[in-house]
């Protein structure tokens, strides 16, 4: 098993005709995605990738059946984007787009839940499930399956995090990523939540970084529900306060959101925290040697 | 983050009818002084620089006039300063008003709830962060419904106003909403928001608009803000930049690889001078860019760790090869490249013929990065 | 309902710039000449008459003018008729457009989803109702969204348009939407929408207010109705009065109820001719001033069924008896009436004592109210 | 059982200073309904019919642990007053007022699903579970204990069908008014489903009027999903169209809405249908029967 997408996981991709689009949706189909639709207004009819290309989401979802969305439309565009791929049913949709005003994304946060779907995003590399499906940008070459659980707010930073644990001879259940807005569709609490239901995870990587408190939140979380092991990283120690570090998530405001705060909170919780991100996969490996000692 | 100067946020404040006192602009002490003489700002009066940073009346950048030539003269005290690294190059003259109450009104974002939060206190016109948890009051507004009018009598009773002034701040509020979602704001602020008599005054204005939602709204573009000559040009370019103290550049790409990387710098014995996140690029003059913005922060080193995702290594390499042979002599700097993931080998190949020998490991890299700083290495092209 | 008439609707068009032929409205036949002569209204042009009812291509309610003197002319005949009932008080001329297409297009609420609804046809020009279901495309708009740009763009393909006339039909979807959200409408239909060249042009305007949103909306309160002058009074009372062709009255409180009691007349060979509803009332007042609105319609007889829940059975015998001394003598008539629930006892003999016999059943109370009404029992006071 | 509510209802009456606030909080108490809390701002610390009045919703949830509320705030100000009700975690909200424009009603309606709420009304007279509670304007007096189930878009029309039916020595089980607006929180569908669950119902009897189709739909519910015997009615045989009958909801427009469409529906749905209102309850009697018999 997997989390939120796995073998029978129907890809749409919103935005196919883009260069991103063209290009992921090559990638998406290397890790063995069952890409079946791409829409574009206007470019219906059109193949990308061998994918058909429909002048809407509906028509997509009609002639194919697509069941996840992950969407590559520019900024300004992508609520629009969101509320189509919402209304024609789909149930969960991965928004890659980076720079929504974060006014645009709380009416698509509320607008998903009212609709019974789940966003994950914006400004996200988006889900892996190595073996099954991707939905998203992560780099294929990063993945082996296997049962630890990755979820971050980082891109890149995930991705070497996750290369690590592959070359340390391990592998991922499925992958995470959050976004790195401040208003993101799945939080930690939320991706938490889906590992410690799924079987085939047995340890979770929580890759978080400075900005809000949602890493305080996982670690809430962590020590009131969840049974499996944490290995934890926060970015931006050195982080000063008052700027945006990259993410438009990233900045330590009002003296809340420091790495400092992030790190106590999840140690008090009884996660095991990296201090450097290169000792990731050796901390994981031990929590599954502890596991396998039971 | 377009942060707007007090004047400029209450420009704004005024197109929502957010009752103001009486003031205006100055840029020299005689205009101040004409101002005052023209009746266009009333006597006695306040003269408050025009700066972004808070703490102006502890710092001597507030003074008080009771006629035109007080009011000149504290014009000139105040554009002559520097603000906690601000030059003043304007002051906002408003007439003193008889202030019964302080209070302290604001909407922002609660990136937890996922909704817009307005905050409400009793105890104005000091920094909200020394308020006690107790003395501020959290109001949750959803987007669907705006502020309502339960909301708005919850703040009315929390700052326990009644009669004409509790309409006066239900008026007040429904306005700072109305901007709030508009104007696509991060965070509008009144602190203080004065009780003059029986109805509400903004003395200050503190307003943030989302960058990301700049297309919607042109008419800031030409906002100064408190960033750095150089965040300037990045931001131009669309480059995250940040300068910090230190003396090693870095440049990754992606914010948390970015951010971890001068963590584990200054974790090893740097000091972080530049964060430079490239982003997900696949055009090497972006690159090229990036690397001759860097040089332009004068590093006493430079290191380059990059995970090709949707970035390729070869274009990465390429631009920076580009960028390296356009840096003037004088500028130059030691570099330590890392480069992993998408085409690797491609870019390790297109290094190492530029003389740049990249690194496998993170933490070696960063060990010779930081002796190469700490060495203050003759300052004359790439390692 | 607040229905408006074509120019009034197009004046909110306006409001919203949607895109309308040059027009004016004139009141008489010299205005509409002069407004030709100053070519207000450029020629070749359409003279208009400005009621509520549809259909007035074939009634002769539209004419077509080619000079200052036609137009004249064609106001003078239309302003002479009565149209359905309605006497022309107004025409509206305005240029007569080379048009290519003629779409439909409208928004209004489906009351089953719960959500606005936009509806498109290509067949335009017609009756709505009469375009097979296949030709009218209905697209929900969720009022958190607003109508969005895909649901936009599905109207567009759905009528077939692109470049610049796709371009148009967006930017007037957006109006239309707005109009509706903004207005409180309950429809905007606008029919026919006419293509010309490669913009759209809206020829019709069909506009309704929702009246329970009147208080938000004060400028419609002069909007003149489809309502009889009895409605009217009605209206301003606040009682739920409708003028049917039949000739007895019904005054029941509760609109199922007072719906119920005109079928059963009917079903039982009576000819209903006023559906008052009194509401739920504790003023006797409210329900002297519904019964002598009641002897204005001059029913040949009278049924009052009352149920009392919210409305006390003896408040309503007392309004009744109070307002029976009021009936002028040449309009009295004959009153059947039941009162049963809250305080029955009590209204029951105020009745008794005043002369008035409340019965128990509806069926026979029915019965005898239609033999009254038969029997043009004299119209000399209460039976 | 019954439906919505039972003995464990606990009110908040929102508006209870006005004359129908104060009026209708004694006769639900009379009806042995557990009043517990009023809310009118700035009348915090009062007492009406000697139940708390609070300044706000919040504050009278916190005391009083009010489980549904009734609404009897006027029109300009019930989307405000069912927001509050809702925030405030309140999970059944009975909108008495009249004359609420329907595109309030509009986003009180969907705020209230996306909080996980059940509107009943506007313009409605509530529900009563006779014996248990009583949240609205019913009057007591026409009630008695009983397994019929009674929903109806009329107040006193229902009134008189329901005292019919006391009169008839039958009782009720719940009677849920919907209300008279084109735009209802709870329809004929959503009432239906909840008798369907109801041990404690045996028969319906449904109560229509003209304008709009929730009883065509209730009737395709009936059709497929629905196992009781219903008697339906409705209302405006003998209404023109265009015109509103009384009800803001009540009028036949563009040629839908009318009570023959209705009719025919609900009788091909297997529904008995009254000619007449003063039929109902004989026909309510042999449907009982016919249960017996089985």
Not at chain 2, 196 to 224: N, Q, T
Request: hydrophobic share 45%; proline share 5%; charged share 20%.
């Amino acid at each position: 098993m997997s989390v939120l997408v796995d073998a029978d996981t129907r890809v749409l991709v919103q935005g196919i005709t883009g260069h991103q689009g063209t290009v992921h949706t090559r990638q998406m189909q290397l890790f063995g995605t069952k890409v079946v639709a791409g829409a574009t207004p206007g470019k219906g009819g059109a193949t990308v990738e061998g994918v058909p290309v429909f002048d809407s989401v509906e028509r997509a979802v009609r002639a194919t059946s697509a069941n996840a969305s992950v969407i590559f439309v520019p900024a300004p565009f992508a609520k629009d984007a969101l509320v189509e791929a919402v209304d024609a049913g789909i149930p969960l949709a991965v928004v890659v787009t980076e720079h929504i005003p974060f006014h645009d994304m709380l009416s698509m946060y509320h607008y998903a839940r009212l609709r019974g779907a789940r966003i994950i995003g914006p400004n996200c590399p988006g889900i892996a499930a190595p073996g099954k499906a991707k939905v998203g940008i992560i780099p294929n070459v990063v993945f082996h399956p296997g049962r630890v659980g990755v979820v971050s707010r980082s891109g890149t930073l995930t991705y070497e995090i996750v290369s690590g644990i592959k070359e340390h001879g391990l592998g991922q259940s499925t992958c995470i990523g959050l976004g790195g807005d401040p208003v993101v569709g799945t939080n930690f609490v939320d991706a938490l939540s889906l590992f410690e239901e799924d079987p085939d995870t047995d340890v979770v990587v929580m890759v978080g970084e400075i900005g809000g408190t949602a890493e305080e939140e996982g670690a809430d979380y962590i020590r009131a529900h969840f049974t499996k092991p944490v290995v934890a990283y926060v970015a931006g120690r050195s982080a000063p306060p008052g700027k945006r570090m990259g993410h438009a998530g990233a900045i330590i405001a009002r003296g809340r959101g420091t790495a400092a705060s992030k790190l106590a909170a999840l140690e008090g919780a009884g996660a095991k925290v990296a201090s450097f991100p290169y000792e990731i996969p050796g901390l994981v490996a031990e929590r599954l040697q502890e596991l396998t000692n039971r | 983050m377009v942060k707007l100067a007090e004047w400029r946020g209450k420009e704004v404040f005024r197109k929502y009818a957010v009752p103001l006192p009486r003031g205006a602009v100055a840029r020299s002490p005689a205009e101040a002084r004409s101002l005052v003489d023209s009746a266009a700002v009333p006597t006695p009066c306040v003269v408050k620089a025009q700066v972004l940073a808070g703490g102006r009346g502890k710092g001597g950048a507030v003074r008080f006039a009771d006629t035109a030539a007080q009011a000149e003269e504290a014009t000139r005290a105040i554009l002559g300063m520097e603000f906690k690294g601000e030059k003043v190059k304007e002051v906002l003259l408003e007439e003193k008003l008889p202030i019964a109450r302080e209070l302290y009104v604001s909407l922002t974002l609660d990136r937890s709830l996922r909704l817009p939060i307005l905050m409400v206190s009793a105890q104005g016109g000091v920094e909200i962060e020394s308020v006690a948890e107790g003395g501020l009051v959290k109001i949750p507004v959803h987007p669907f419904i705006g502020l309502a009018g339960y909301e708005r009598r919850q703040a009315v009773s929390a700052l326990g106003l009644s009669g004409a002034a509790a309409k006066s701040l239900d008026r007040l509020l429904s306005s700072l909403w109305r901007l709030f979602d508009e104007e696509d704001a991060e965070l509008v602020e009144i602190n203080p928001l004065a009780v003059v008599g029986d109805s509400l005054v903004a003395l200050d204005a503190k307003v943030i608009i989302e960058d990301d939602a700049s297309f919607r709204h042109p008419e800031y573009a030409e906002v100064r803000d408190d960033r750095t000559p150089l965040e300037e040009i990045a931001r131009e370019k669309d480059i995250a930049f940040v300068q910090l103290d230190g003396n090693i550049g870095v440049i990754a790409n992606g914010a948390g690889l970015t951010m971890a990387t001068l963590d584990v710098l200054q974790q090893s014995g740097g000091r972080p001078g530049v964060f430079l996140d490239l982003g997900g690029t696949d055009d090497p003059k972006k690159v090229t860019e990036a690397f001759l913005l860097m040089a332009m922060a004068k590093p006493k080193a430079v290191f380059l760790n990059i995970f090709g995702g949707v970035t390729r290594c070869d274009t990465v390499a390429n631009g920076l090869v580009a960028a390296m042979s356009q840096v003037p002599e004088g500028e130059r700097f030691p570099l330590v490249a890392r480069i992993r993931g998408n085409n690797e080998a491609e870019g390790t190949q297109i290094l190492e013929r530029a003389g740049v020998a990249s690194l496998k490991g993170l933490k070696e890299s960063v060990e010779k990065v930081v002796a190469l700083a700490n060495a203050g290495a003759p300052l004359a092209g790439p390692a």
